[in-house]
T-cell receptor, first 115, second 117 residues
């Protein structure tokens, strides 16, 4: 079946602009994660959604970052007033319970470049 | 809090040579352990995982990793590498006792394995 998809694959924006990144998880996966992969910080957890529960936002680096998940499926990560340090690859993963633990499947990522 | 240390940022080897990519972790609770691989210009793929039971786990393409609780390590090994194994490898942990279902991953910085002919 189809894997996790993300759009756009590449995004170039100017400092100060807002951007929206989209994630389409695997159908039926109840959990969804966002991570960021940057040269300086490696791979970092940003936010987690599970069903209708309140999301775990503990990894969001600032209040310029927000995310939502509509209808328990598609998720959008929004970065307001982008800064150059926001340049990174943003990865989405969806997961389901297998063997007692939720196994995560990653999308190809969105490469964000802030000029 | 958890942390993962991958001791080598780059490992160059010749084709058909053995390789070991080292991973150590720190956690105050029990953890699940994972190795992910990222081929050039591709996304992350799960290579293998340790959840419980046998401490030696294997992947379908010849990699294996052994969980050593006393040394808090989960080193990845392959007895004979191929050029196609060239990729970046990430070790990751998640909390075994999340109390729910949030198994967010904490990653190491990655090890770039380059296999030369």
């Amino acid at each position: 079946g189809a894997g996790v998809s993300q759009s756009p694959s590449n995004k170039v924006t100017e400092k100060g602009k807002d951007v929206e990144l989209r994630c389409d998880p695997i159908s039926g996966h109840t959990a969804l994660y966002w991570y960021r992969q940057s040269l300086g910080q490696g791979l970092e957890f940003l936010i987690y959604f599970q069903g209708n529960s309140a999301p775990d936002k503990s990894g969001l680096p600032s209040d310029r970052f927000s995310a939502e998940r509509t209808g328990g499926s598609v998720s959008t990560l929004t970065i307001q007033r982008t800064q150059q340090e926001d340049s990174a690859v943003y990865l989405c993963a969806s997961s389901y319970k297998r063997g007692g633990v939720y196994e995560q499947f990653f999308g190809p990522g969105t490469r964000l470049t802030v000029l | 809090a958890q942390s993962v240390t991958q001791l080598d940022s780059q490992v160059p080897v010749f084709e058909e040579a053995p390789v070991e990519l080292r991973c150590n972790y720190s956690s105050s609770v029990s953890v699940y352990l994972f190795w992910y691989v990222q081929y050039p210009n591709q996304g992350l793929q799960l290579l293998l995982k340790y959840l419980s039971g046998s401490t030696l786990v294997e992947s379908i393409n010849g990699f294996e990793a052994e969980f050593n609780k006393s040394q808090t390590s989960f080193h990845l090994r392959k007895p004979s590498v191929h050029i196609s194994d060239t990729a970046e490898y990430f070790c990751a942990v998640s909390d075994h006792d999340s109390g729910g279902s949030n198994y967010k991953l904490t990653f190491g910085k990655g090890t770039l394995l380059t296999v030369n002919p």
